[in-house]
């Protein structure tokens, strides 16, 4: 097993699964490692919505996450 990384990633959640891949889109002659506590990663993924929890947004505009009261958060 590869003991040296360029780019190492903690957390195999959602978030660390997009940052690795954005990491390999943009700089593809870098290694990188997922460094996750559990066995698989990407495993909490699947009690949300039913496994098709959706890791990409392509409507990605903030009127799209806030109630009428736009103050509120």
Known sequence: MKKAF???ILGGGAAGIMS???AK???PKLSVCIIEKNSV???K???C???RCNLT???I???RYYGANKRFI
């Open 57 to 59: 947004n392509s409507n």
């Open 49 to 51: 919505g039913a496994g």
């Open 61 to 63: 505009d903030t009127n």
């Open 41 to 43: 990663i990407g495993r």
């Open 6 to 8: 360029d780019i190492a």
């Open 25 to 27: 889109e943009h700089h």
């Open 20 to 22: 690795a891949l954005s």
């Open 45 to 47: 993924i699947l009690i």
